[in-house]
């Protein structure tokens, strides 16, 4: 039987799934049931700068100032669910009572360094790392992609310098320049990235015409753009990549590691269903290949397939996107 064991921000994981920051990890019985289904880390659904900055009336203020009429109304109407700093020192405290796999604290954070303080009560409270989802609009005219990199990084730095706990990076897939990004956080000590965040995606009721917001669950079809990122920043950072969207099967799992990943992150995958036996199904699948091809362990084979020259162009490079795109003639 394959040995499933893998390491993520310097935590021993009995296997690489990892439940990602969602409604499943956001209530103690949903985590313990999580552990019980065998899920190696989870990581608590985030709280927001916001609600660590500011109390409930102070945030609808920041929230006129930056938010349309509609997002507004949207995020209004959780708020109270979403509330309470305290609250969620008190929930990371419960968990890590109850559950005897590592508990990842999450920040959705912009720019501002005012809550690192608060950094050290989630460590205090036990938390065994800590996840910062980066996030912000870029809606000034006036500030660079550069100025928001570095800010980003400078804020990370501030967090790592704060605490004790590993810091990991949850990335949005539209930054103009992923390595050197990532290697700056890196160098502002964060001990992972992953690959990618998904936002949440506002749509357009034809009947009345308003905006909503849809739930927005992935696919596998969603999958390759993640493998293919992972596998050429693999060799461009020393830190660890976790792989996040459109997990579903043990075989997606096996793709991440052969990239180099170190975790695959399952979200959707596990809110689809009712049950969470989609966690077992996954590490079965991972299981019964790594069998198959004769590999006792991860480190068998993860990084095999992970990009090592990039000056070649082949693999998941340029080349072979033109010669799928001329083949295709
Ligand atoms: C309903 C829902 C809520 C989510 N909430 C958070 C969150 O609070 N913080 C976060 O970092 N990611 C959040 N995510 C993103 C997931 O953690 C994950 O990165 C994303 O869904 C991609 O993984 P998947 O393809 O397995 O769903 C949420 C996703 C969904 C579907």
Redesign the pocket.
């Known amino acids: 039987m394959a040995d499933l064991k893998t390491t993520y921000l310097g935590l021993e994981l009995k296997n690489p799934l990892v439940v ?4 499943v990890t956001n209530a103690v019985e949903g985590v313990v049931s999580l552990a019980e289904a065998g899920a190696a880390a989870v ?1 608590v ?2 709280i927001f700068e916001e609600q660590i900055r500011s109390d409930i009336g102070e945030l609808y203020d920041v929230l006129e100032g930056e938010t349309s009429g509609v997002a507004m109304e949207y995020l209004q109407a959780d708020l109270p669910g979403r509330m309470g700093p305290e609250k969620y020192l008190k929930k990371i405290k419960e968990m890590r009572k109850r559950v005897d796999i590592p508990v990842i604290a ?1 920040v ?1 954070c912009s720019k501002s360094s005012a809550w690192v303080d608060y950094a050290r009560k989630i460590e205090d409270a036990g938390a065994d790392a800590l ?1 910062l ?1 980066l996030y912000q609009m870029p809606i000034d005219f006036s500030v660079s992609s550069n100025q928001i990199e570095a800010e980003s990084a400078k804020l990370v730095g501030e967090v790592t310098a704060a605490v004790g706990m590993p810091v990991t990076v ?1 990335l949005s897939r539209h930054y103009t320049a992923l390595f050197h990004f990532a290697q700056s956080l890196e160098k502002a000590g964060a001990k992972g990235v ?1 690959l ?3 936002f ?1 995606h506002a749509d357009i009721n034809l009947d009345d015409e308003s905006i909503f917001y849809s ?4 696919t596998p079809a ?1 999958f390759p753009s993640q493998l293919r990122w992972a596998a050429v920043l693999r060799d461009m950072v020393s830190c660890d990549i976790a792989i ?5 099967s043990g075989d997606e799992m096996a793709k991440a590691l052969l990239v180099g990943a170190n975790v695959g ?5 596990i ?1 689809k269903e009712s049950e969470f036996t989609v966690i077992g199904r996954i590490l079965n699948t991972l299981e019964e290949w790594m069998d198959a091809k004769g590999y006792a362990d991860i480190e068998s084979f993860r990084g095999k397939l992970r990009e090592t020259d990039l000056s070649d162009g082949v693999g998941f490079e340029r080349s072979q996107y033109v010669k799928a795109a001329t083949e295709l003639e």
Not at 20 to 23: A, G, V
Not at 215 to 218: G, K, L, M
Request: hydrophobic share 25%; glycine share 6%; charged share 10%.
């Open positions: 990602s920051s969602s409604p990581v659904k985030s999450s959705n996840e989802n949850k992953i990618f965040n998904r949440l739930p927005n669950y992935s969603v996040s969207g459109g997990i579903h992150y399952v979200c959707s995958a809110i």
